[in-house]
Nanobody
Framework: VQLQASGGGLVQAGGSLRLSCVASGRIFFGSNIMAWFRQAPGKEREFVAAVTTNGVTTLYADFVKGRFTTSRDSYKNTAYLQMNDLQPEDTAVYYC?????????????????????WGQGTQVTVSS
């Protein structure tokens, strides 16, 4: 089971990036809530956004403020994080994670400790 995140880079404030997270195995991908977390230097990991297995329900951190959108494509086994209006405080390593669904109606968790699978992270740097 692997998650491969990509799409990070260096952008100026106000710019956009689209992160991708490719999961191995169609069955695996379809049974996991997919989330994005980030960790800036010297700070704790924090929840950014997540989407349920069917792609219908999403959850965002307050600091997203309508700037970010997460989605998933089951045919491509890929989750996305579209980030617009990026600001210097968004600079961090971004990680995708999968939370295996174990019960019907399982809700999205903001707690990274509850996630089963993690990608390697992709660096996002926003210059002012």
């Amino acid at each position: 089971v692997q998650l491969q995140a990509s799409g990070g880079g260096l952008v100026q404030a106000g710019g956009s990036l689209r992160l991708s997270c490719v999961a191995s195995g169609r069955i695996f991908f379809g049974s996991n809530i997919m989330a994005w977390f980030r960790q800036a230097p010297g700070k704790e990991r924090e929840f950014v956004a997540a989407v349920t297995t069917n792609g219908v329900t999403t959850l965002y951190a307050d600091f997203v403020k309508g700037r970010f959108t997460t989605s998933r494509d089951s045919y491509k086994n890929t989750a996305y994080l579209q980030m617009n209006d990026l600001q210097p405080e968004d600079t961090a390593v971004y990680y995708c994670a999968g939370d295996k669904v174990r019960a019907i109606g399982q809700s999205i968790s903001r707690n990274g400790d509850e996630y089963d699978y993690w990608g390697q992270g992709t660096q996002v740097t926003v210059s002012s």
